[in-house]
């Protein structure tokens, strides 16, 4: 009995091994942002041996969070390998961008743009078509996903909203998705860089989004799948709820879960492990 438990220990082993991905860090000059701007990229086994094209992920951090997080606090890597190796997931490229840094007072945040930071134009007019050039990446709605928690989950709601077009689903985790009531600085905030990135989401509101879309955006925004994801602890947890029943009176079909959890790494990590499957499941076969 003994020698079979070590033999299967060494077979996972083996299993694990044999569909293990990697990061790379990378970096791309933005004449809109007027830095360099760096990322991180999560390619799967054999990438580099491989002419094919895969479809990707784009993963979104929060605010206070830069473009390593996703990988040294969320596991990234190790969950990614273990979904593709089981076959929950698909072979995909994840890739991760850089929107702020933890001095979120003294350093600009967020997706939106805002004066002297014009990050969503950065964004699709620079950083997504060079990674999906140089990355082989398919680069179109059936193969393109998009996620992340707090700040990034508000981002990658609005992002899908803007450009349904452009992403075959979503996943918002612990999404920051509105602050007009101060969920995050409070209402009485000075004013330095936390108050604008705070100002952009309240102008970037996504719940406001739905609740003024017309018909031919519902109609649009219903060829997305959508996952909205939260803690019952969170502090974000009513704006989570909020968004689903606009999209629910515009008849938008949406997955919402309420976990237990709070805003942290803890939950994060366990999402993650529904997001991939949840965008490997939607991309076109």
């Not at 299993?15 to 942002?33: C, E, N």
């Not at 479809?55 to 997080?69: A, C, D, E, Q, T």
């Not at 899908?160 to 009485?188: E, I």
């Amino acid at each position: 009995m003994k020698k079979y438990f070590l033999s299967l220990i060494l077979l996972l082993g083996i299993s694990i091994s044999a569909t293990a991905g990697k990061i790379v860090t990378d970096s791309i000059y933005s004449k809109k942002l007027n830095c360099w701007q760096k990322y991180n990229v999560y390619l799967p086994t054999g990438f580099e041996k491989s002419a094919k094209q895969y479809p990707v992920v784009y993963l979104l951090h929060g605010l206070y969070g830069n473009y390593s997080n996703w990988d040294k606090s969320g596991g990234m890597k190790l969950i990614a390998d273990e979904l593709i190796g089981t076959g929950e997931a698909c072979e995909m490229v994840i890739v991760m961008p850089n929107a702020g840094a933890s001095d979120v007072r003294n350093y600009q945040n967020g997706y939106f743009n805002v004066e002297g930071w014009p990050y969503e134009d950065f964004f699709y007019q620079e950083f997504l078509p060079e990674v999906e050039k140089k990355y082989r990446i398919m680069g179109d709605k059936e193969h393109r996903a998009i996620m992340g928690l707090s700040m990034g989950g508000g981002g990658s709601v609005v992002y899908c909203q803007r450009h349904p077009d452009m992403f075959s689903s979503c996943y918002a985790m612990s999404a920051w998705l509105d602050n007009k009531t101060g969920q995050v600085g409070g209402k009485n905030q000075k004013k330095d860089k936390l108050l604008i990135v705070c100002q952009s989401v309240c102008d970037n509101s996504a719940i406001d989004f739905v609740e003024k879309a017309d018909d031919a955006t519902v109609q649009k925004l219903r060829t997305v799948k959508w996952f909205i994801d939260c803690g019952d602890d969170d502090f974000l947890m009513d704006l989570s709820v909020l968004l689903y029943q606009k999209m629910r009176d515009k008849k938008i079909k949406a997955e919402l879960r309420i976990n237990n959890g709070v805003h942290n790494w803890e939950y994060w990590h366990l999402a993650l492990r529904n997001a991939l499957p949840f965008a490997s499941r939607n991309f076109a076969k």
